[in-house]
Nanobody, 118 residues
Framework: HVQLVESGGGSVQAGGSLRLSCSASGYTHDRYCMAWFRQAPGKEREGIAAIDIDGTTTYAESVKGRFTISPDKSLQMDNLKPEDSAMYYC??????????????????WGQGTQVTVS
């Protein structure tokens, strides 16, 4: 049974940085594509960064050049903007939809950690 727990969220001023961590248990790291999603109130869940089994990374255009996902599943977020404010979720998945950062490709989710940028 895969369990994911996020940490590292908080409040930060625009231009600042945060690092989100994802603690995972119940699976072997070489079986799943890992990703970060976010969801702001009234908006759809958005895939923002993923790292595949072979280390290949994928980013949404909205965060490219500012966010970095690492093999340890952490997400370094730099130059944060107010529009980055959302609940951030760590997820594990497989298949084409996972590579394309679609929520449908991810079967395991954490509870989320809030990021607020003012």
């Amino acid at each position: 049974h895969v369990q994911l727990v996020e940490s590292g969220g908080g409040s930060v001023q625009a231009g600042g940085s945060l690092r989100l961590s994802c603690s995972a248990s119940g699976y072997t790291h070489d079986r799943y594509c890992m990703a970060w999603f976010r969801q702001a109130p009234g908006k759809e869940r958005e895939g923002i960064a993923a790292i595949d089994i072979d280390g290949t990374t994928t980013y949404a255009e909205s965060v490219k050049g500012r966010f970095t996902i690492s093999p340890d599943k952490s997400l370094q977020m730099d130059n944060l903007k107010p529009e980055d404010s959302a609940m951030y979720y760590c997820a594990a998945g497989r298949g084409v939809d996972a590579h394309l950062l679609r929520p449908s490709g991810y079967g395991y989710w954490g509870q989320g950690t809030q990021v607020t940028v003012s």
